[in-house]
């Protein structure tokens, strides 16, 4: 018996559940980790809330975390007891002390990476990867906007770009963030509580905008992400933190420039296990070099009991950069 967050229905942070549970054995295809540190990231909350409802209820929740490998099922062949490892992409239930895990989603873990720096970087490092690398290709010396650029992503992407030789605007919603940015990379930063995103943009381009428009807030800054494109640029939909976009009339997108428009996500671009490693070698390349640091907040470390708390403050968009469960 092990104990785990689950929910019965969905709703606010008070639907989730810490219950006993039983974990079962590995399938053939899959390992059994004792996680060690788990990732808490914005899409948590869409599950939980409903906005991307679970197949089944109850149900577990969180795809990702870092631990060590407990049993392998018989097909198993690339990992074995005792294997440090970090997965995304998990089913649902990753909020737990122990986890199976398909061996395709389990990436092992090097030695210099600790299983704190790995859950909190995972996902939000895989997804800049496939944001600044594929979705679109980030060129030196290119200016470009990424909304919450002191998230767990943002802070990722802000490094990420300079690594690059980009220049990297970042939005953000208080001074304190500002700073926090601009320490992590980012090139300049816009207060969407107190600056016009749009005409700070305009004004930092000399009126050129930008090419490509990063943006997981959603709602909120929609328009004003199209306003920043420049003339069949590329806007980059990658999450709803403000809520979902809806009723949009395509004809905007001619409207402001013969716009594109993609909405992607981690699925999209890693689905086999060599992608994983390949995606995963750049990103711990990327974190042992020191061009991305990873560092978590002692008041964003939760026990993994209180993940209501947990949910509450990522919400209140009070956090600076990622933020963990720990189990007992």
Not at 139 to 153: C, R, Y
Not at 218 to 227: I, R
Request: proline content about 5%; charged content about 20%.
């Amino acid at each position: 018996m092990a104990k785990r967050i689950q929910i019965a229905r969905h709703g606010g942070p008070e639907e989730l559940q810490w219950v006993d549970f039983e974990p079962g054995e590995p399938h053939a295809d899959e390992v059994q980790v004792a996680n060690k540190a788990i990732g808490i990231n914005y899409i948590d909350t869409y599950v939980r809330s409903g906005l991307y409802p679970a197949p089944t209820l109850p149900s577990g929740i969180g795809t990702e975390a870092a631990g060590v490998v407990i049993r392998v099922g018989s097909d198993v062949t690339a990992i074995k007891p005792g294997d440090r490892v970090v997965y995304a992409q998990s089913p649902l239930g990753a909020y737990s002390e122990v986890h199976n895990v398909h061996q395709d989603k389990v990436a092992l873990l090097p030695d210099a990476i600790s299983f704190e720096q790995a859950a909190a970087s995972f996902l939000k490092g895989l997804t800049v990867h496939y944001l600044l690398r594929q979705t679109y290709e980030v060129q030196p010396d290119e200016i470009f906007l990424f909304h919450a650029a002191a998230g767990g992503v943002g802070l990722i992407a802000c490094q990420w770009a300079k690594a690059l030789g980009a220049h990297l605007i970042g939005t953000v919603g208080s001074a304190e963030k500002a700073l926090l940015a601009k320490e992590r990379g980012a090139w300049a930063t816009i207060n969407y509580r107190e600056e016009d995103i749009a005409r700070r943009v305009s004004e930092l381009t000399n009126g050129n905008k930008v090419r490509v428009v990063y943006d997981s807030v959603g709602k909120a800054t929609w328009e004003a992400s199209l306003d920043c494109l420049q003339r069949r640029g590329l806007m980059v939909s990658f999450g709803n933190a403000s809520g979902p976009v809806t009723g949009v009339n395509l004809a905007i997108l001619n409207q402001k420039g013969s716009l594109y428009l993609t909405r992607p996500s981690l699925n999209g671009y890693i689905t086999t296990r060599d992608e994983l490693q390949r995606a995963s070698n750049d990103l711990f390349s990327m974190i042992a070099s020191g061009a991305i640091k990873v560092e978590v907040p002692e008041n964003q470390r939760f026990p993994l009991r209180e993940a209501q708390r947990a949910h509450s403050t990522l919400e209140s968009r009070s956090t600076q950069g990622s933020s963990l469960l720990i189990p007992d």
